[in-house]
């Protein structure tokens, strides 16, 4: 997803520096005021999430329509970001809507740091970036996940039921999300990779990858699919630089 959406939310989380082994899923249930953020960075950005083709969970309400509608024309102020931050603490905000969120990941704890050990038995040659823990923060709004290359923080959207986006299994977008802080500063912004290719090279990381253990995972419709044939097996991944800068010279 969109790194920049939500950077300085993410930034605000920090990281956390256990030794590897030990657990490197840390989950987090958000607070009013990093929900208000989420909101914030979500409806700053809504023309970027339109034109990419995303749709937002957002909270309902006479002010959300009319922070949507001014953030289009480009009219936001301070002002109503202080009316959302009071919004979102008087009629919103509930922390028992993250519990069932919270109970589904944890569930898939031993599955998520199974992956993690293949990717850091990988040892890729380019330097697929790792971090010792990956901070989880819940939230009920947005587009579906996002990241934090410099701090390995990650958020991701979840539903008062327990349900998340696109998946009934949460793993699947938490393990898209860490291959996207890995891919991030090494080979996407390295090379200037646009958005849309970005998600299409992640995705087909993650399939070949992990296709064995998240059966439902799924590439994306995003991106030039021309890159495909030439990311067709996991010793390509081996190779991922290369094949990056030249098919951006080729296309």
């Keep these: 997803m969109k790194t920049t959406t939500l950077l300085f939310f993410c930034l605000a989380i920090g990281v956390l520096t256990p030794l590897y082994g030990q657990d490197r899923i840390h989950i987090v249930v958000p607070t009013a005021m990093e929900e208000t953020d989420q909101v914030w960075g979500a409806i700053s950005d809504i023309t970027f999430f339109e034109q990419q083709g995303y749709t937002l969970n957002l ?13 289009k024309s480009g009219d936001l102020t301070p002002a109503d970001y202080t009316a959302l931050k009071k919004f979102m603490a008087q009629q919103v905000y509930r922390q028992a809507n993250y519990e069932n969120g ?43 996940g996002s990241y934090n290359p410099d701090t390995g923080a990650i958020v991701v959207l979840t539903t008062v039921e327990g349900g998340f986006k696109q998946y009934r299994n949460p793993a ?51 991106g030039d699919p021309r890159i495909d044939a030439h990311l067709r097996s996991i010793q390509d991944l081996d190779r991922l630089d290369e094949i990056v800068t030249q098919f951006l010279r080729e296309h």
């Design 172 to 222: 699947n977008t938490l393990i898209h999300e860490i291959v996207h802080i890995g891919l991030e500063h090494p080979i996407m912004e390295k090379y200037q990779v646009p958005h849309g290719l970005k998600e299409r090279i992640v995705d087909r990381f993650v399939y070949l990858s992990f296709g064995e253990h998240l059966p439902e995972y799924k590439v994306q419709d995003m």
């Design 102 to 144: 919270v109970r589904q990941i944890e569930a898939q704890k031993e599955l998520l740091h199974d992956m993690l050990g293949q990717l850091e038995a990988k040892r890729l040659p380019w330097g697929f970036k790792e971090f010792p823990v990956y901070k989880v923060l819940l939230s009920l709004y947005g587009s579906g």
């Design 59 to 71: 909270p309902k309400g006479r002010l959300i329509d009319t922070l949507i509608t001014k953030s």
